[in-house]
């Protein structure tokens, strides 16, 4: 079992910043990547980023691509998501998960942890 813990959601105005962590614990040894989903209201769940454990490849969402910085401290098992020039379209519960898979995979059904969510919401 690995257990995901988010933290770092909140309200901001539109043009601002916040920064996600998740910080994982367990039985982490084989974990492949690590990512951040996100949820917004009457929507399905949707790929935001990934980054693979072992050689920090990173994986982004074209519509986060250029703003949104996916980062990982090994020591501390924790995958963090800066997210700056945020829009009210980035509003949504945002989800930290676990790949076990042997490559990369956005199919969220391969995706074996998820965290309970943390809620980011961006005011016009």
């Known amino acids: 079992q690995v257990q995901l813990v988010e933290s770092g959601g909140g309200l901001v105005q539109a043009g601002g910043s916040l920064r996600l962590s998740c910080a994982a614990s367990?039985?982490?040894?084989?974990?492949?990547?690590m990512g951040w989903f996100r949820q917004a209201p009457g929507k399905e769940r949707e790929f935001v980023a990934a980054i693979t454990w072992s050689g920090g490849s990173t994986f982004y969402a074209d519509s986060v691509k250029g703003r949104f910085t996916i980062s990982r401290d090994s020591a501390k098992n924790t995958v963090y998501l800066q997210m700056n020039s945020l829009k009210p379209e980035d509003t949504a519960v945002y989800y930290c998960a676990t790949l076990f898979f042997g490559r990369m995979t956005f199919t969220q059904s391969q995706w074996t942890y998820w965290g309970q969510g943390t809620q980011v919401t961006v005011s016009s």
């Open positions: 367990g039985r982490t040894f084989g974990v492949y990547a």
